[in-house]
């Protein structure tokens, strides 16, 4: 997956990605994960539903804009619910800057990708959209201690190799817009 792909599909639905990602940008934060990681089961804060450990997924931090690294992410996955043809579940995210760490919580769907949509390697996207104005941010330190913001998913994800190996290819974007 690319970022070109990405960034056609949405300029055609009239969203920017030219947003800046800097951590030091006060306002917004437009970063991917994006690699493929094996899970390994972790701690977590206590989620709504209960749960105190998840499947976390260790990946690059991509400044969108510049395609540079800017650091790691961990995506730590549980609440698995099916619904339809797909799943809703909990994503714990943690952001690892320079400038410090942000730790986000949202509910986040899972749908398989259209058939007769365009050759992909993804084998699912993913979304989650926050209610505006909510507060997802569980924690942060050094830039982002004391910090409320909405965090954003659009991503592709591919599962194929989820119950064989608990290997996920992620190439996901976050809007993460502060308060």
Do not use: W, Y
């Amino acid at each position: 997956m690319n970022m070109q792909f990405f960034t056609r599909l949405f300029a055609a639905a009239g969203i920017m990605l030219a947003l800046p990602a800097q951590a030091d940008d006060t306002k917004s934060l437009v970063v991917a994960l994006r690699g493929a990681a094996i899970g390994q089961v972790r701690p977590v804060p206590r989620t709504p539903q209960g749960s105190t450990q998840a499947s976390c997924f260790d990946l690059q931090l991509v400044d969108v804009r510049k395609g540079e690294i800017i650091g790691t992410a961990t995506d730590c996955l549980s609440d698995f619910t099916p619904e339809g043809n797909g799943t809703s579940l909990t994503a714990t995210t943690i952001f690892h800057f320079r400038e410090g760490t942000l730790v986000s919580r949202g509910r986040t769907t899972v749908q398989p990708v259209s058939p007769t949509a365009a050759p992909s390697p993804a084998t699912h996207i993913t979304g989650s959209i926050p209610v505006p104005g909510s507060n997802e941010v569980l924690s942060g330190d050094g830039r982002f201690r004391g910090k409320a913001a909405t965090v954003r998913l659009s991503g592709a994800v591919d599962l194929s190799q989820l119950a064989s190996a608990n290997k996920i290819a992620f190439d996901c974007i976050f809007v993460i817009d502060f308060l």
